[in-house]
């Protein structure tokens, strides 16, 4: 049984709108890491230094991806990032919001 009532639907639109800004959105972490390259007499890689890679890792199917994040796209994969941690707190949120919600349609 669903209970539903003019609070809820406020309720509702809210969620909407704030999760609407939090968009381009992705699950996942994004590092610099060092490489080495193909090159056979690369001096930084001689070194130990290799060379800087972004990379973006997250799980898809329970299996864990890394992806090549090019410099021109950090930023934005980094907002993606932030915003998905975002969502997450909205959802924890809500979660909250729902229970309180309930506790208080029991009360009455």
């Known amino acids: 049984m669903q209970r539903k ?9 809210a969620f ?10 992705a699950r996942g972490t ?5 490489k080495p390259c193909s090159r056979k007499a690369c001096r930084a890689c001689a070194s130990g230094e290799r060379h ?3 990379i973006f890792t997250c799980r898809v199917g ?4 890394c992806l090549h994040v090019r410099k021109a796209d950090e ?7 932030e915003n998905c941690r975002k969502l997450e707190a ?3 949120e809500e979660g909250v919001r729902l229970i309180g919600s309930l ?3 029991d009360a009455d």
């Open 5 to 13: 009532n003019k609070a809820d639907e406020a309720a509702k639109a």
């Open 16 to 25: 909407l709108k704030k999760v609407a800004a939090l968009w381009p959105v």
């Open 30 to 34: 994004v590092s610099l890491v060092r």
């Open 52 to 54: 800087p890679a972004l």
């Open 62 to 65: 329970g299996r864990g991806r």
């Open 75 to 81: 930023a934005l994969v980094r907002r993606a990032t």
């Open 90 to 92: 909205l959802l924890a």
């Open 103 to 105: 506790r208080e349609a």
